[in-house]
């Protein structure tokens, strides 16, 4: 039978709350809206997906039913009966109790444990008990490993004795919830500290590192097992925010690891992280879930730090992992990415620009190069997730 997919982008917000009736805010809902296609790109064949209305997605320029990738559509005000699971972009107990809003079967919801469980994993402090299993592995680690902080007094000593750091709240995600900080405690840190420990009780403090690369490997977990389903190579901002994701086969990521790293270490690390969430997540959590990662300078060379964090949710790595395996041609690469017009009109219009400089071409059910938006964009989108494909250059597109 078919899963039932829900895309609820706000749920890190929702599990730093904690609270079954949580109220995301206005931006928070809007991604949630004009996004709510994006399960239809990375569901299974015949699985159902919860829009805002049925006909949400009939004005997609390109609907995945065209290139080989059907699924069926509901609503919350009649949601499908026939389906033997539910899967939602993040799990929390609001979303559990939304779908109970909804009409979802109570058998087939997580338990109140099971939720706990998955936000205690949630926590960007659990980023420890993987470094200390990998230590034990003879991976090679960062010096300094997050700490977790309960009052201001201790983070204030803690960036003041650093020249710089990252202070992060406890639970947020696609690089919120961070604070950069340059040796001197002063209003705006003080501020962003009090506003987190507020509302999550906790400061997560880590190291600031030079960075040369994101990148983050994908897991699936079934229940019982977790396996490795791909890399993603992703940028951020200046901010630490996401801002999209190269479209590259597994081959050519590993190709562009290889020229920092020894690409044999980085396999041994997904080994051994299969087999750490094998034995310590998969009894609580079923689906995909990323290990964010990045290669950065220390004394002179470079080093992977193999988790910056754990993000137990489908994640945009994992969509354009999935994009590109079943939409994106042989001999094509790419970039997806999302991003946010505070202006719906200037989104339109630049929606309607890159069909005219990049019209799609596709051969058969794959892209071969081209503009798509993978959710409708009208009057008043104001997010956008896309892709563009082009021909690979020579090499780079194994």
């Known amino acids: 039978m078919a899963h039932l997919h829900l895309f609820n982008p706000e749920n890190d917000l929702a599990l730093a709350d904690g609270g079954r009736f949580y109220t995301p805010p206005p931006l928070a809902r809007a991604i949630a809206r004009d996004l709510s296609t994006l399960p239809l790109w990375y569901a299974r064949q015949g699985d159902v997906v919860c ?9 997609l320029d390109v609907s995945p039913a065209l290139l ?3 699924c069926r559509v509901c609503s919350p005000k009649r ?17 559990a109790q939304r779908l ?7 058998a ?6 099971m939720l706990q469980c998955q936000r205690e994993w949630s926590h960007r402090i659990r980023t420890r008990e993987v470094f200390e299993y990998l230590e ?4 090679d680690l960062p010096d300094k490993w997050p700490t977790l902080f309960s009052d201001e007094e201790s983070v204030a000593r803690f960036v003041s004795a650093h020249e710089r750091t990252m202070l992060k709240a406890p639970w947020s995600g696609s690089g919120k919830g961070l604070c950069r900080t340059r040796g001197v405690y002063d209003l705006v840190t003080a501020r962003w500290t ?21 990148m983050a490997m994908e897991f699936y977990s079934d229940g019982d097992r977790v396996v490795f389903a791909g890399y993603s190579w992703f940028t951020t901002d200046e901010r630490g925010a996401y801002k999209g994701n190269l479209l590259l086969s597994d081959a050519a990521i590993e190709a562009r690891i290889s020229i920092r790293l020894d690409i044999g270490t980085v396999r041994r690390v997904r080994d051994c992280l299969e087999t750490f969430f094998t034995r310590r997540l ?5 689906g995909y879930f990323g290990v964010d990662m990045m290669i950065y300078r220390h004394a002179g060379t470079w080093a992977l730090h193999p988790c910056v964090e754990i993000n137990l949710r489908m994640n945009m790595g994992m969509v354009s992992r999935l994009f590109y395996d079943r939409y994106v041609a042989a001999g094509s690469e790419g970039l997806y990415r999302v991003d946010y017009f505070p202006d719906a009109g200037q989104l339109l219009a630049d929606h309607r620009r890159r069909q005219a400089e990049a019209p799609l071409c596709i051969d058969g059910t794959r892209l071969t190069s081209g503009y798509l938006s993978l959710n409708p964009i009208g009057p008043d989108t104001r997010y956008r997730a896309s892709v563009e494909v082009w021909p690979s250059v020579a090499g780079d597109g194994v």
């Not at 109970?100 to 109570?106: C, F, I, K, Q, T």
């Not at 087939?108 to 444990?113: E, F, G, I």
């Not at 998969?282 to 079923?286: E, G, K, S």
């Open 51 to 59: 829009l805002p209305a049925p006909d949400f997605a009939a004005s």
């Open 68 to 70: 080989g990738q059907s």
């Open 79 to 95: 949601l499908a009966g026939d389906v033997d699971g539910y899967t939602p972009w993040g799990w929390s107990r609001e979303v």
């Open 100 to 106: 109970l809003r909804y009409g979802a079967d109570p």
């Open 108 to 113: 087939l919801l997580p338990s109140d444990t």
């Open 136 to 139: 034990n592995c003879s991976v």
């Open 194 to 214: 009090q506003g987190v420990l507020r509302r999550q009780g906790e400061v997560v403090g880590e190291p600031f590192w030079d960075k040369e690369s994101d």
């Open 282 to 286: 998969a009894p609580v959590y079923r």
